[in-house]
C-alpha cells in the first residue's frame, strides 16, 4: 500500500475521535478539530487522483464550515 494512503487513514482516525471525544465541548473547538479528519480524507484521495481530491477537499471544507457556523448561530440564538 501507498505511504500516502495508510497515513491518510491513521490521520482520518485520530480526526474523528479528536472531533467526537473533544475536551471543550464548545462550537469552535468541534470547528477546528474538524478540519483534522478532512486533511486525512484529502491524503487518502490523493493517494488516488490529484484533482479529484483537491475539487472534493475544497468542496467538503465549505460546506462542513457553512453547516457548522449556522448551527453555532442556531445554538446561541436559541439560548
Known amino acids: 500500500m501507498n505511504t500516502?494512503?495508510?497515513l491518510g487513514l491513521a490521520i482520518l482516525l485520530i480526526g474523528v475521535f479528536s472531533v467526537a471525544f473533544v475536551r471543550p465541548k464548545t462550537y469552535i473547538a468541534?470547528?477546528?478539530n474538524l478540519e483534522i479528519p478532512a486533511w486525512g480524507l484529502l491524503l487518502v484521495?490523493?493517494?488516488y487522483d490529484e484533482a479529484l481530491a483537491l475539487m472534493t477537499f475544497v468542496a467538503v471544507t465549505a460546506i462542513s464550515t457553512f453547516v457548522i457556523v449556522r448551527l453555532m448561530e442556531w445554538r446561541d440564538a436559541s439560548c
Open 4 to 6: 500516502v494512503f495508510i
Open 45 to 47: 484521495m490523493l493517494a
Open 30 to 32: 468541534r470547528l477546528i
